[in-house]
């Protein structure tokens, strides 16, 4: 699986947050992780406008990356980018889909492929808060934003540590920034956040056009 991938996965579930209002903006470690579980459990449906940064460690490059997201309970996920770089991401309830029309070229994968054991996605899921996965450090406060840093517990490659910037008063995250292993930065900025609304139908299935060559990851499941 190319590793982007793993990157877009991390990226969109730990952006899926829910809209209701605190009653007071958080300052604790442990009041915002509280608030952030609230968010994860209101979400059923989101969809998302955003603009991407990745920063190449190794060769200091740049891409600059803008599309949009769809997700739903319990994980179907629509990711797709606008030209020059198009790709598209459908997580269905039975497979992954990876597709690049550009290359005309699509990646199937297996279900098992998302690592259930992933820090965001157990907050998105309701199974544990922000606090059981990270320690948490609230960095600054300014322009009624909190910068808070994340730590996991369990560093992998794909997640050695992340930024989050959340609105004070209703811990709605607007932007993200995670560092992988190797240094290398993905910086995510939501121009556009819409929640529990209705989802257009068709949006997470996908069948590759014709002439897509297929590399099929599911062992011919």
């Not at 300052?27 to 603009?51: D, H, N």
Request: charged residues 25%; proline residues 6%.
């Amino acid at each position: 699986m190319r590793k982007l991938l793993i990157q877009i996965l991390g990226l969109c579930f730990s952006l899926a947050l829910g809209c209701a209002l605190a009653l007071a903006a958080p300052k604790t470690p442990q009041e915002w992780s509280k608030a952030v579980q609230k968010r994860y459990a209101e979400v059923q449906t989101m969809r998302a406008v955003f603009e991407q940064r990745i920063t190449h460690a190794e060769s200091s490059s740049t891409e600059e990356r803008r599309g949009e997201i769809y997700f739903q309970k319990p994980l179907l996920v629509r990711w797709t980018t606008e030209p020059p770089r198009r790709e598209l991401l459908v997580i269905t309830d039975a497979l992954i889909w990876q597709y690049f029309p550009d290359e005309e070229l699509a990646y199937k994968y297996p279900l098992e492929s998302v690592d259930d054991k992933n820090a965001f996605l157990r907050v998105l899921f309701g199974l544990s808060s922000l606090e059981e996965s990270f320690e948490i450090t609230v960095l600054s406060e300014e322009n009624k934003l909190a910068k808070l840093k994340l730590e996991p517990y369990e560093p992998s490659v794909s997640l050695l540590e992340a930024a989050v910037w959340v609105e004070a008063e209703s811990a709605t995250i607007r932007r993200l920034a995670i560092t992988d292993f190797y240094g290398n930065i993905s910086e995510i900025n939501m121009t556009a956040l819409d929640f529990n609304l209705p989802v257009p139908e068709g949006t997470f299935a996908f069948t590759p056009p014709e002439g897509t060559e297929i590399e099929d990851h599911t062992g011919g499941r």
